[in-house]
T-cell receptor
Protein backbone atom coordinates (compact mmCIF):
# COMPACT_ATOMS: atom_id res chain seq x y z
CA UNK A 1 0.00 0.00 0.00
CA UNK A 2 1.67 3.22 -1.18
CA UNK A 3 -0.78 5.46 0.69
CA UNK A 4 -2.54 6.75 -2.42
CA UNK A 5 -6.22 7.55 -2.57
CA UNK A 6 -8.25 8.80 -5.48
CA UNK A 7 -11.58 10.59 -5.44
CA UNK A 8 -14.14 10.14 -6.67
CA UNK A 9 -13.83 6.45 -7.45
CA UNK A 10 -16.68 6.57 -9.94
CA UNK A 11 -18.20 9.49 -11.80
CA UNK A 12 -20.78 9.95 -14.51
CA UNK A 13 -20.90 13.32 -16.19
CA UNK A 14 -22.21 14.96 -19.32
CA UNK A 15 -20.32 16.18 -22.34
CA UNK A 16 -19.12 19.75 -21.94
CA UNK A 17 -18.99 19.82 -18.15
CA UNK A 18 -15.76 20.35 -16.22
CA UNK A 19 -14.52 17.47 -14.09
CA UNK A 20 -11.78 17.36 -11.46
CA UNK A 21 -10.22 14.18 -10.18
CA UNK A 22 -8.14 14.18 -7.03
CA UNK A 23 -5.12 12.12 -6.10
CA UNK A 24 -3.98 12.25 -2.50
CA UNK A 25 -0.83 10.72 -1.02
CA UNK A 26 0.28 10.58 2.57
CA UNK A 27 4.00 9.83 2.25
CA UNK A 28 5.47 13.05 0.89
CA UNK A 29 6.55 11.65 -2.49
CA UNK A 30 7.93 14.23 -4.87
CA UNK A 31 6.80 12.66 -8.15
CA UNK A 32 3.15 12.07 -9.03
CA UNK A 33 1.59 10.96 -12.31
CA UNK A 34 -1.77 10.71 -14.01
CA UNK A 35 -2.39 7.88 -16.48
CA UNK A 36 -5.48 6.77 -18.33
CA UNK A 37 -6.33 3.17 -19.14
CA UNK A 38 -8.24 2.25 -22.27
CA UNK A 39 -8.88 -1.15 -23.84
CA UNK A 40 -6.11 -2.12 -26.23
CA UNK A 41 -3.81 0.68 -25.06
CA UNK A 42 -2.63 -0.31 -21.63
CA UNK A 43 -1.98 2.86 -19.62
CA UNK A 44 -0.85 6.15 -21.11
CA UNK A 45 0.67 9.12 -19.31
CA UNK A 46 -1.41 12.31 -19.24
CA UNK A 47 0.61 14.64 -16.99
CA UNK A 48 3.11 14.34 -14.23
CA UNK A 49 4.46 16.50 -11.41
CA UNK A 50 7.96 16.73 -9.98
CA UNK A 51 7.12 19.05 -7.12
CA UNK A 52 4.71 21.67 -5.87
CA UNK A 53 3.66 23.83 -8.81
CA UNK A 54 6.00 21.84 -11.11
CA UNK A 55 4.16 19.86 -13.77
CA UNK A 56 4.73 18.69 -17.31
CA UNK A 57 2.83 17.03 -20.11
CA UNK A 58 2.71 13.39 -20.99
CA UNK A 59 1.80 11.75 -24.26
CA UNK A 60 -2.00 12.29 -24.14
CA UNK A 61 -2.33 15.66 -22.43
CA UNK A 62 -4.75 17.39 -24.84
CA UNK A 63 -7.98 18.33 -23.05
CA UNK A 64 -6.47 17.91 -19.59
CA UNK A 65 -4.85 20.25 -17.10
CA UNK A 66 -3.28 19.55 -13.71
CA UNK A 67 -2.40 21.41 -10.58
CA UNK A 68 -0.29 20.69 -7.54
CA UNK A 69 -0.55 23.35 -4.85
CA UNK A 70 0.69 21.07 -2.08
CA UNK A 71 2.82 17.97 -1.99
CA UNK A 72 0.06 15.56 -1.08
CA UNK A 73 -2.51 16.50 -3.73
CA UNK A 74 -2.35 16.24 -7.51
CA UNK A 75 -5.50 17.32 -9.34
CA UNK A 76 -6.50 16.37 -12.87
CA UNK A 77 -9.06 18.59 -14.59
CA UNK A 78 -11.01 17.91 -17.73
CA UNK A 79 -11.92 21.44 -18.79
CA UNK A 80 -14.86 20.34 -20.95
CA UNK A 81 -15.40 16.62 -20.84
CA UNK A 82 -15.87 14.69 -24.07
CA UNK A 83 -16.98 11.11 -24.66
CA UNK A 84 -13.43 10.22 -25.73
CA UNK A 85 -12.33 10.94 -22.16
CA UNK A 86 -14.42 8.08 -20.84
CA UNK A 87 -11.73 5.97 -19.25
CA UNK A 88 -10.24 4.68 -16.04
CA UNK A 89 -7.80 7.18 -14.55
CA UNK A 90 -4.92 6.09 -12.38
CA UNK A 91 -2.72 8.23 -10.23
CA UNK A 92 0.79 7.02 -9.42
CA UNK A 93 3.68 8.03 -7.21
CA UNK A 94 7.34 7.21 -7.57
CA UNK A 95 8.83 5.64 -4.51
CA UNK A 96 12.03 3.79 -3.71
CA UNK A 97 11.78 0.25 -2.42
CA UNK A 98 15.04 -1.49 -1.52
CA UNK A 99 16.88 1.24 -3.41
CA UNK A 100 14.85 0.82 -6.58
CA UNK A 101 12.51 3.55 -7.73
CA UNK A 102 9.17 2.20 -8.83
CA UNK A 103 5.82 3.68 -9.71
CA UNK A 104 2.95 2.61 -7.48
CA UNK A 105 -0.63 3.19 -8.47
CA UNK A 106 -3.75 4.36 -6.73
CA UNK A 107 -7.04 2.44 -6.93
CA UNK A 108 -8.29 4.28 -10.04
CA UNK A 109 -11.27 6.48 -10.94
CA UNK A 110 -13.78 5.21 -13.44
CA UNK A 111 -15.17 8.13 -15.47
CA UNK A 112 -18.10 7.91 -17.87
CA UNK A 113 -18.85 10.91 -20.08
CA UNK A 114 -22.31 10.76 -21.63
CA UNK B 1 9.99 4.23 -31.44
CA UNK B 2 9.77 3.05 -27.88
CA UNK B 3 7.09 0.49 -27.39
CA UNK B 4 6.05 -2.63 -25.56
CA UNK B 5 4.32 -5.49 -27.30
CA UNK B 6 2.32 -8.14 -25.52
CA UNK B 7 1.17 -10.25 -28.41
CA UNK B 8 -0.97 -12.60 -26.33
CA UNK B 9 -4.27 -10.88 -25.78
CA UNK B 10 -5.80 -13.64 -23.73
CA UNK B 11 -4.57 -16.97 -22.36
CA UNK B 12 -6.68 -19.65 -20.76
CA UNK B 13 -5.15 -22.49 -18.75
CA UNK B 14 -6.29 -25.12 -16.32
CA UNK B 15 -5.17 -24.81 -12.73
CA UNK B 16 -1.70 -26.20 -12.00
CA UNK B 17 -0.50 -25.66 -15.56
CA UNK B 18 2.55 -23.50 -16.14
CA UNK B 19 2.02 -20.42 -18.26
CA UNK B 20 4.38 -17.89 -19.83
CA UNK B 21 3.40 -14.35 -20.68
CA UNK B 22 5.48 -12.76 -23.40
CA UNK B 23 6.78 -9.19 -23.47
CA UNK B 24 8.89 -7.68 -26.24
CA UNK B 25 10.12 -4.13 -26.07
CA UNK B 26 11.82 -1.51 -28.22
CA UNK B 27 13.86 1.33 -26.80
CA UNK B 28 16.60 3.74 -27.80
CA UNK B 29 17.70 4.32 -24.20
CA UNK B 30 20.87 2.58 -23.08
CA UNK B 31 19.65 2.43 -19.50
CA UNK B 32 16.08 1.49 -18.82
CA UNK B 33 13.84 -0.49 -16.53
CA UNK B 34 11.25 -3.14 -17.22
CA UNK B 35 8.26 -3.84 -15.04
CA UNK B 36 5.40 -6.25 -14.63
CA UNK B 37 2.12 -5.25 -13.03
CA UNK B 38 -0.92 -7.36 -12.22
CA UNK B 39 -4.47 -6.06 -12.50
CA UNK B 40 -6.92 -8.43 -10.81
CA UNK B 41 -10.66 -8.22 -11.50
CA UNK B 42 -10.98 -5.69 -8.66
CA UNK B 43 -9.13 -3.21 -10.89
CA UNK B 44 -6.11 -2.06 -8.92
CA UNK B 45 -2.61 -2.26 -10.35
CA UNK B 46 -0.21 -4.35 -8.32
CA UNK B 47 3.53 -4.00 -8.83
CA UNK B 48 5.26 -7.35 -9.32
CA UNK B 49 8.83 -6.70 -10.39
CA UNK B 50 11.30 -4.19 -11.74
CA UNK B 51 14.39 -5.22 -13.72
CA UNK B 52 17.31 -2.93 -14.66
CA UNK B 53 18.66 -3.09 -18.19
CA UNK B 54 22.16 -3.88 -16.99
CA UNK B 55 21.04 -6.84 -14.90
CA UNK B 56 20.12 -9.82 -17.02
CA UNK B 57 19.97 -12.24 -14.14
CA UNK B 58 16.71 -14.11 -14.08
CA UNK B 59 14.58 -13.82 -11.00
CA UNK B 60 12.33 -16.20 -9.15
CA UNK B 61 9.81 -15.30 -6.50
CA UNK B 62 7.77 -18.24 -5.33
CA UNK B 63 5.74 -19.48 -8.29
CA UNK B 64 6.71 -16.46 -10.39
CA UNK B 65 9.83 -16.20 -12.52
CA UNK B 66 11.07 -13.68 -15.02
CA UNK B 67 13.40 -14.20 -17.97
CA UNK B 68 15.13 -11.07 -19.24
CA UNK B 69 17.01 -11.41 -22.54
CA UNK B 70 18.52 -8.23 -23.87
CA UNK B 71 19.59 -9.92 -27.09
CA UNK B 72 15.98 -10.53 -28.05
CA UNK B 73 14.53 -7.49 -26.20
CA UNK B 74 12.24 -9.71 -24.22
CA UNK B 75 11.14 -9.85 -20.60
CA UNK B 76 8.91 -12.87 -20.20
CA UNK B 77 6.96 -13.84 -17.12
CA UNK B 78 6.25 -17.43 -16.11
CA UNK B 79 3.77 -18.60 -13.52
CA UNK B 80 4.43 -22.14 -12.35
CA UNK B 81 1.55 -24.29 -11.14
CA UNK B 82 -1.03 -21.61 -11.85
CA UNK B 83 -3.89 -20.99 -9.45
CA UNK B 84 -7.32 -19.46 -9.90
CA UNK B 85 -6.15 -16.40 -7.96
CA UNK B 86 -3.65 -15.74 -10.73
CA UNK B 87 -6.52 -14.80 -13.05
CA UNK B 88 -5.90 -11.17 -13.95
CA UNK B 89 -4.63 -8.87 -16.66
CA UNK B 90 -0.86 -8.62 -16.65
CA UNK B 91 0.95 -5.59 -18.00
CA UNK B 92 4.55 -5.30 -19.02
CA UNK B 93 5.99 -1.78 -18.95
CA UNK B 94 9.16 -0.01 -20.07
CA UNK B 95 10.65 3.12 -18.57
CA UNK B 96 11.31 6.04 -20.87
CA UNK B 97 13.52 8.80 -19.57
CA UNK B 98 11.99 12.28 -19.31
CA UNK B 99 13.72 15.45 -18.17
CA UNK B 100 13.50 14.85 -14.46
CA UNK B 101 11.95 11.45 -14.15
CA UNK B 102 10.77 8.57 -16.27
CA UNK B 103 7.40 7.62 -17.61
CA UNK B 104 6.14 4.13 -18.19
CA UNK B 105 5.17 2.79 -21.59
CA UNK B 106 2.74 -0.06 -21.14
CA UNK B 107 1.91 -2.98 -23.32
CA UNK B 108 -1.74 -3.61 -24.03
CA UNK B 109 -1.87 -6.37 -21.46
CA UNK B 110 -2.47 -10.12 -21.42
CA UNK B 111 -5.61 -11.42 -19.80
CA UNK B 112 -4.94 -14.69 -18.00
CA UNK B 113 -7.81 -16.94 -17.07
CA UNK B 114 -7.01 -19.88 -14.83
CA UNK B 115 -9.84 -22.39 -14.77
CA UNK B 116 -10.34 -24.76 -11.85
Amino acid sequence: DAGITQSPRHKVTETGTPVTLRCHQTENHRYMYWYRQDPGHGLRLIHYSYGVKDTDKGEVSDGYSVSRSKTEDFLLTLESATSSQTSVYFCAIKAATLGQETQYFGPGTRLLVL
Amino acid sequence: AQKVTQAQTEISVVEKEDVTLDCVYETRDTTYYLFWYKQPPSGELVFLIRRNSFDEQNEISGRYSWNFQKSTSSFNFTITASQVVDSAVYFCALSVQMDSSYKLIFGSGTRLLVRP
